[in-house]
């Protein structure tokens, strides 16, 4: 019987340091299956420069999986390379396919400074130098010494980056690229050229780099035999690198590997234009689409609703959107804080949740709430609608975006998921109804909301045809009554 995939985001930016991810993962594969998640995004299971407190993506030892002692700590923040490799088998044990998050484009935490030549460019446009020629403290000598050249000895210095962000000798930020370096080419154009990010910045055109990302690539799969990757920040890196370095390290699997790559733009022609240019090696957060839901509930109703999913990636390349509500990165006082208000929530998850196209990603954040942050858990809602995903969300889909508050969608269910179909409604603004066809299968029955915002049923006619309600603000999910 064919499924709805749904994967989850298993961290928050504000989990305690506690080392204990990994074991929480573990014990909650079972339920983690049950609710009907068949994919697993970890977070970077390497050693971060903050050794414990490290998220994991201030790189420091991609080698280092929590068994050196180095940066302060064995474990991550996570657990240890026992604990990670353990949840990743009881997640496969769960019919749960597992995405390790792969943080390529830069390093942090050096062992030691160097001497090198360089220029400061200007960070607004990375295009233009603005100093001459001089000598800088950089720190980008990686020796690992805690873990002694197991599994690699590869060193890295200097010349392994285009630059970095900070002068030891003089105690400076600022945008430093190393003498004879350029920034990779065919990278994201903000600030002129978006090469670099953060820390010393990995150059992608050394032959020696290159070749060590596909070692450890292999390594890495053989390691965990996971089913597939997140990848970090994929528009500070040269397009070519990822359709290369995944060709490769495919050669040690026998499973096809699913990828998903984080490119943080609002502009959907961007993510298809990257998509072409990898050669749809990876499918795309659908970032445009998190910021219609955000700019939907903060919008006093004043939002047009019908347009909700104009100019996203779930809209112009379906079959490549990885569709969000929130993330790590969205969180209240992250980055790119964006955190989409509470009585917008039901909406937005019912509309990636309930909805034919795309892979819905829902975020732990939500689902066991942020203590951190005095964020509230959804469980109760998220376990609802994963089990009208998992058991009703099939079938062809009708869309009744014909109101700039009220919008409306159906799933006319299908012979394989017995009693499948559904109808919803939703409101930015004032309650009201919808009247929409729910298809010949579902004709001659009774449908009540089980959200439980609405007490009361609605009969659908032989024809399907039935009247739909929402209240002020709400989103009803309607489903047969048996």
């Not at 298809?272 to 998190?290: A, E």
């Amino acid at each position: 019987m064919a499924r709805n995939h749904t994967m989850m985001q298993y961290f928050e930016w504000y989990l305690p340091s506690d080392s204990t991810l990994w074991d929480k993962l573990t014990k909650e594969a079972k339920h983690l299956e049950n609710i009907g998640i068949d994919v697993v995004w970890m977070p970077p299971a390497y050693k971060g420069a903050g050794g414990v407190y490290d998220t994991g993506y201030g790189v420091y030892d991609l080698y280092d999986l929590g068994e050196f002692d180095q940066k302060g700590s064995i474990p991550t923040k996570y657990g240890t390379k026992d604990g990670y490799l353990n949840a990743i088998r009881t997640l496969r044990e769960n019919n749960i396919k597992v995405l390790a998050d792969i943080v390529l484009n830069h390093k942090m935490g050096a062992d030691e400074t160097e001497e090198v030549l360089a220029v400061e460019d200007d960070a607004q446009n990375r295009n233009y130098t603005i100093t001459e020629t001089k000598l800088i403290r950089a720190w980008t000598k990686y020796n690992f010494t805690g873990r002694a050249d197991k599994y690699s000895s590869f060193k890295w210095n200097w010349t392994h980056f285009h630059g970095i962000d900070w002068d030891e000798k003089t105690s400076k930020a600022a945008i430093y690229k190393f003498y004879g370096k350029h920034w990779d080419e065919n990278v994201d154009k903000e600030n002129g050229n978006f090469d670099y990010l953060m820390g010393a910045d990995v150059d992608l055109n050394n032959f020696d780099v290159v070749t060590e990302f596909k070692t450890w690539g292999k390594w890495y799969l053989n390691l965990t035999n996971v089913d597939g990757f997140r990848l970090d920040a994929v528009k500070h890196i040269r397009s070519e690198f990822f359709p290369e370095w995944l060709e490769e390290i495919k050669k040690v699997s026998e499973k096809e590997l699913y990828s998903v790559g984080e490119y943080w733009s609002t502009n959907v022609d961007t993510l298809k234009n990257y998509i072409d240019k990898t050669n749809g090696c990876m499918s795309l957060f659908d970032v445009p689409l998190h910021y219609n839901l955000f700019r939907a509930s903060i919008s006093n109703g004043e939002f047009n609703m019908s347009s909700i999913f104009e100019g996203t990636l779930v809209e112009k390349m379906p079959e490549k959107a990885v569709t969000f509500v929130d993330n790590h990165d969205t969180e209240p006082e992250q980055a790119l804080e964006s955190w989409i208000l509470d009585w917008f929530k039901p909406h937005a998850y019912s509309l990636i949740l309930l909805r034919k196209d795309g892979i819905p990603c829902i975020f732990y954040g939500d689902y066991y709430g942020i203590l951190e942050k005095n964020v509230s858990s959804k469980k109760n809602l998220l376990d609802n609608l994963l089990k009208v995903r998992k058991n009703f969300a099939y079938g062809m889909q009708v869309d009744y975006f014909n109101d700039n508050n009220i919008i409306g969608f159906v799933r006319q269910g299908d012979d394989e998921h017995n009693n499948s179909g559904l109808a919803v409604v939703m409101t930015d603004k004032d309650g009201g109804s919808i009247e929409m066809n729910v298809g010949k299968r579902l004709a001659n029955s009774v449908f009540y909301d089980c959200t439980e915002n609405i007490e009361k049923t609605v009969y659908v006619d032989n024809e399907g045809n039935g009247v739909f309600y929402c209240k002020d603000g709400s989103c009803s999910v309607w489903i047969k009554k048996t």
